[in-house]
């Protein structure tokens, strides 16, 4: 692992106070905001169970992906790039850039490099809005006023393409990835194709097994955690499927 130095750790402390700060200061700006406007207690405690439901679930599996990144990056860097924004899938790819992943010594340049090439490729997203969203978004508006489904069909088609790029580089990396690594000492981190396509099946039937239990006996409050046990199920199973001897 590499070292870590106590400037990292001031800086991911002050990033992670200014976004907890933030996230207090919308909540009670909202708050005083529903009451104002006559919005029951019990609605604005259903709101922020559910909106603090939908939020911790799905952070599991971007803690599992802090751990798998700090055997790399140390112990700070990951917390302050997945704290910020960030997910395990394209982080990886990012870092491992530099082959950092297939190293037995990781030296400081190299998380340097790995760092810049993450920030560079993440950055990208929010300097697009803040240059280019509102020109964007007046745009998707008058799509959606005169051609709604020339707009879904866009949309649609840019979310099957990441999906579909993300997915095609794990399970290709995966099945054409060699057996054996050149150094034995190296702490490598390989996706395994079969126990990827398994694990979406399982949560695809999972959400299709929530998503009739609400519908045939009028579960609504299942809505709200169908999502979460989905997350959960579908780590536990991958978890899971890597022990079995057919895809070690």
Do not use: H
Not at 29 to 40: D, L, N, P, T, W
Not at 192 to 207: D, E, F, K, Q
Not at 217 to 237: G, Q
Request: proline content about 4%.
């Amino acid at each position: 692992m590499p070292k870590d130095y106590a400037s990292i750790f001031i800086i991911g402390a002050v990033i992670a106070l200014a976004i907890i700060a933030m996230s207090l200061f919308y909540l009670l700006r909202a708050v005083k905001r529903a009451k104002e406007i006559g919005i029951s207690k019990d609605k604005i405690k259903t709101a922020i169970t559910s909106s603090a439901l939908f939020s911790i679930v799905p952070s599991i599996p971007i803690v599992i992906g802090v751990g798998i990144m700090m055997s790399f990056l140390g112990l700070a860097i990951p917390w302050i790039r997945l704290t910020v924004i960030g997910a395990l899938q394209y982080e990886i790819i990012a870092m491992d850039q530099v082959e950092i992943t297939k190293m037995a010594v990781i030296t400081e340049p190299m998380v340097a490099t790995a760092l810049i090439i993450m920030t560079i490729s993440i950055v990208s997203g929010p300097l697009f809005n803040l240059f280019f969203y509102e020109k964007f978004k007046n745009k998707l508006v008058d799509l959606q006023n005169n051609n709604k489904r020339l707009l879904d069909t866009i949309t649609g088609s840019l979310l099957g393409g990441i999906l579909a790029g993300l997915a095609s580089y794990i399970i290709a990396a995966a099945i054409f990835a060699p057996k054996a690594t050149p150094n034995p000492d190296a702490v490598t981190v390989t996706a395994n194709g079969y126990i990827t396509l398994i694990t979406l099946a399982i949560s695809m039937a999972v959400m299709l097994f929530c998503g009739l239990l609400i519908k045939l006996f009028k579960w609504k409050w299942l809505e709200n955690y169908a999502l979460p046990i989905t997350i959960i199920v579908s780590i536990a199973a991958a978890y899971g499927l890597s022990f079995v001897p057919a895809f070690a």
